[in-house]
């Protein structure tokens, strides 16, 4: 592995050939700087939309990634489902609402 911190999750399903998955430090942080940053921006506007969205995305993303890791022998990147699954509803939503560029630059205030 590339990473300095792995963890290593057992898997469900008795396989041969595996016997856990690898999770990296980076593939946790990213998806929490991203609902941060997102809590950070419905703080501004008081509300809990974005916030709300998110957490319910990453939750669904990795059980999402749970059940993928149950019926495949070969390890997958839980950033493979996680990320797309956690980003692109938030940048939708986001384009939808006329947020995106505010959401994208980071211009908002938090008193």
């Known amino acids: 592995m590339s990473s300095a911190v792995v963890m290593e999750v057992p898997t469900f399903t008795y396989s ?12 946790i942080v990213l998806p929490g700087v991203c609902i941060a940053y997102l809590r950070r921006y419905d703080y501004s506007r008081d509300s809990k939309f974005y916030f709300i969205i998110a957490n319910i995305f990453f939750v669904i993303s990795t059980f999402l990634w749970i059940l993928v890791q149950s019926f495949t022998v070969v390890s997958l990147p839980f950033s ?8 692109i509803p938030v940048f939708i939503i986001g384009y939808k609402r006329q947020e995106l560029s505010i959401l994208l630059r980071g211009k908002f205030n938090d008193d």
Do not use: N
């Open 16 to 27: 041969l050939y595996q016997k856990c998955s690898w999770l990296t430090f980076t593939e």
């Open 80 to 87: 493979l489902i996680t990320y797309p699954l956690l980003f």
